[in-house]
């Protein structure tokens, strides 16, 4: 592997991730505490423990987190200096954002396209790509680049568990990537396997992905190190591989593409900036003056939850009026006990009285939630989110016009998201040219396209009233309206449709009105019987045989 040297492998002196990439390790394990929303997790970051899922030993993260835990001796990091210190509660504030992240970038599933007219490939494409599973990984990848900075899709496959190749994504902290240009040349990746051979021992399938081939390994090692490398053989879960590797440890491609992508969540990132080979990665949701505010809103809602256990209704009474339990056990009263506080005996004017007096303290209701909401605004915005897309906004938009102008902001971070998505298009092409070089079948002679639908949907009755004023003014064609009516109609269906509707344009219409066809057959008349119409006749001769002025008699 070019990221392990042998020789220093062989003296086991390599960690897993050779620096300056350790960083990203460390970066990783914060927001990873964050997201979980575990308590235990991040007293235990803060205080220099282990997250219990890391790759670097307890001693290595007190030495890279101690300048992290003095700024955080505020609130998680500091040691109760009580006996009974204040509950501490965690608002998931941070598993929201990356919720939000995923679900806003992909409101709807994406849609592949194959170049117009080949059907082959469109059908290929329709089979592997435009399936629920690639949506629900796609979802699952996009949370984790929001919490971790990115995400990788690689191509893989197991004939044992599916006929054709999918992508697989990667999150951040197991992956090593290599940069040339701002374009991935190559990855690491590696994934920790089960084993029985003690809690001290780890071992690791290693996989890099360069440009026309994979080349897997195993290696056994331990927390710190990556150790020495073993046969592929040696463990289930790798030994099949060997049957399928030329040179012991290469499979090709049949391609010469990179059979992997790097999606970053945002760029650029300047925690990085000046480390040439970390300069290219994408910047987390969760920077480091976000989660600042997330531990200011976990202060803020446990000190609001600290007044509501301090403003309980309290009874104070006189230790003589409290019924004793015994020497040494107190005092105990016939109603509520849990609402009486006892004291001494009371003096006024000089003397000892019974006091029984209700007290019930105040709850700093709106000054807590003004200063969460104002935290929450601050970090919403600092991530690239409206505050209406969290709830914030009192007013409910009604139409979705109204809604893209109150999600402005959103709707901005949605789009520049899509564009740092763009290698999807070339990663789909590269797994259907694999596809067809394992499984057999056509590849793709052109890209496929990616087409990403709207963040909101109009209703049908916007959607008909636009196509009305469309089609009055002249101003679409039929096709045209079909499609905006049907947007998920393919080119046969819209023909089909705009064919059915000539149709019904063009159908005859007597201008003399319904014929006999229209009403079928006339019914049998009966000779006695007078016709109206002879009537009206017989009315108009009567009036032409009166004399008038102007006409002589007859």
């Known amino acids: 592997?070019?990221?392990?040297?042998?020789?220093?492998?062989?003296?086991?002196?390599?960690?897993?991730?050779?620096?300056?990439?350790?960083?990203?390790?460390?970066?990783?394990?914060?927001?990873?505490?964050?997201?979980?929303?575990?308590?235990?997790?991040?007293?235990?970051?803060?205080?220099?423990?282990?997250?219990?899922?890391?790759?670097?030993?307890?001693?290595r993260t007190r030495s890279r987190t101690r300048r992290t835990r003095r700024a955080w001796d505020a609130w998680w990091g500091k040691t109760p200096s009580t006996l009974h210190p204040?509950?501490?509660?965690?608002?998931?504030?941070?598993?929201?954002?990356?919720?939000?992240?995923?679900?806003?970038?992909?409101?709807e599933p994406v849609t592949f396209r194959a170049a117009e007219g080949d059907k082959a490939a469109q059908q290929l494409v329709d089979d592997i790509l435009n399936v629920d599973d690639v949506y629900s990984r796609m979802l699952v990848g996009a949370e984790a680049a929001s919490m971790l900075s990115g995400v990788y899709g690689r191509v893989v496959w197991d004939k044992d568990v599916d006929d054709h190749t999918w992508i697989d994504y990667v999150d951040a902290d197991r992956a090593i990537p290599e940069f040339r240009w701002g374009r991935l040349t190559g990855c690491t990746f590696w994934t920790e396997l089960d084993h029985d051979l003690g809690d001290n021992v780890v071992l690791r399938h290693v996989e890099y992905y360069g440009k026309g081939r994979i080349e897997h390994s195993l290696?056994?090692?331990?927390?710190?190190?990556?150790?020495?490398?073993?046969?592929?053989?040696?463990?289930?879960?790798?030994?099949?591989?060997?049957?399928?590797?030329?040179?012991?440890?290469?499979?090709?491609?049949?391609?010469?593409?990179?059979?992997?992508?790097?999606?970053?969540?945002?760029?650029p990132n300047p925690q990085w900036r000046n480390e040439p080979a970390l300069r290219h990665l994408g910047r987390s949701d969760l920077t480091i003056d976000v989660i600042r505010l997330l531990d200011a809103m976990d202060e803020t809602w446990s000190s609001?939850?600290?007044?509501?256990?301090?403003?309980?209704?309290?009874?104070?009474?006189?230790?003589?009026?409290?019924?004793?339990?015994?020497?040494?056990?107190?005092?105990?009263?016939?109603?509520?006990?849990?609402?009486?506080?006892?004291?001494?005996?009371?003096?006024?004017?000089?003397?000892?009285?019974?006091?029984?007096?209700?007290?019930?303290?105040?709850?700093?209701?709106?000054?807590?939630?003004r200063t969460f909401e104002g935290l929450l605004r601050q970090a919403i915005s600092r991530v690239g989110y409206s505050p209406i897309t969290f709830g914030l906004q009192d007013e409910v938009a009604a139409t979705a016009t109204e809604v893209d102008a109150k999600e402005r902001d959103t709707n901005a971070t949605r789009s520049a998201k899509i564009r740092l998505w763009s290698g999807l298009s070339r990663l789909a092409t590269t797994q259907l040219r694999i596809d067809a070089h394992l499984f057999g079948g056509t590849a793709p002679a052109e890209p496929i396209e990616v087409?990403?639908?709207?963040?909101?949907?109009?209703?049908?009755?916007?959607?008909?009233?636009?196509?009305?004023?469309?089609?009055?003014?002249?101003?679409?064609?039929?096709?045209?309206?079909?499609?905006?009516?049907?947007p998920d109609w393919d080119d046969k269906q819209v023909e089909a449709e705009v064919a059915r509707i000539q149709d019904e344009d063009t159908a005859p219409i007597s201008i003399m009105g319904p014929g006999e066809s229209d009403f079928g057959a006339d019914a049998p008349t009966d000779e006695n019987d007078d016709d109206p119409?002879?009537?009206?006749a017989d009315d108009d001769e009567a009036k032409d045989a009166v004399p008038t002025p102007d006409s002589p008699a007859k």
Not at 324 to 351: H, N, R, V, W, Y
């Open 86 to 107: 204040p509950r501490k509660l965690h608002v998931p504030v941070a598993a929201d954002i990356g919720r939000i992240a995923a679900s806003t970038l992909l409101s």
């Open 451 to 486: 087409e990403w639908p709207d963040t909101h949907q109009e209703s049908p009755r916007a959607v008909a009233d636009t196509v009305n004023i469309l089609a009055q003014a002249k101003a679409a064609s039929t096709e045209t309206r079909v499609r905006m009516v049907n």
């Open 533 to 536: 119409m002879d009537e009206l």
């Open 304 to 369: 609001w939850m600290r007044d509501l256990e301090l403003g309980k209704g309290r009874m104070f009474a006189s230790q003589e009026i409290l019924t004793s339990l015994g020497a040494g056990k107190g005092s105990a009263f016939d109603l509520d006990q849990t609402i009486f506080s006892p004291i001494g005996t009371a003096t006024k004017d000089g003397e000892a009285v019974s006091l029984l007096e209700a007290q019930q303290f105040d709850i700093r209701v709106d000054e807590h939630q």
């Open 1 to 59: 592997m070019r990221r392990w040297p042998r020789d220093r492998i062989a003296r086991g002196q390599l960690p897993v991730a050779p620096k300056p990439h350790d960083q990203v390790l460390e970066a990783c394990r914060e927001r990873q505490a964050w997201w979980a929303g575990d308590p235990d997790l991040l007293v235990d970051y803060y205080r220099g423990g282990s997250t219990g899922y890391d790759d670097v030993s307890k001693a």
């Open 219 to 267: 290696y056994m090692g331990s927390r710190d190190n990556i150790g020495r490398q073993k046969p592929l053989t040696e463990h289930p879960d790798t030994q099949h591989l060997a049957e399928h590797l030329s040179d012991g440890t290469i499979v090709s491609l049949g391609v010469d593409e990179l059979a992997v992508e790097y999606f970053p969540n945002m760029r």
